[in-house]
């Protein structure tokens, strides 16, 4: 069975059905434009080895991780020079993510651009601090 072609929105996003699991999620990878997809690989992947038992799903158009019965701790999402990660509780974590606005509530997050290098370590720390704390239940 053929798939049809992913429809990229405003800012290169993939238009991906919701869906829970892996498979939608690497759908949505797959069809991140250029460069932007072997960082959301990295991502995933990084996410992955941190929190092994991570719960994953495709909700409006975004890649969402949590935890089973604690809600989605992180999401990423595509737009025109960057990769934008939020932390749905990121406000608890330390250091904080650059990102954040007082109408962002708890949420903060990192963009990422193509010429810059991904501090792997300190995501890595993130992803671990993230997956323990109460995450965002729509």
Known sequence: MESKPV???SGGNPQIPKGDGDIPVQRYIAAMPGWKSDLGRRLDMLIVQTV??????VKWNSPFYGMEGRGWFLSFHVLTRYVKVTFFNGIALHPLPPGGTERSKEARWIDIHEDE?????LMADWIRQAAALPGWTP
């Open 52 to 57: 092994p038992d991570v719960r994953k799903a």
């Open 117 to 121: 290098t991904l501090d792997e370590a």
């Open 7 to 9: 429809k990229l929105l």
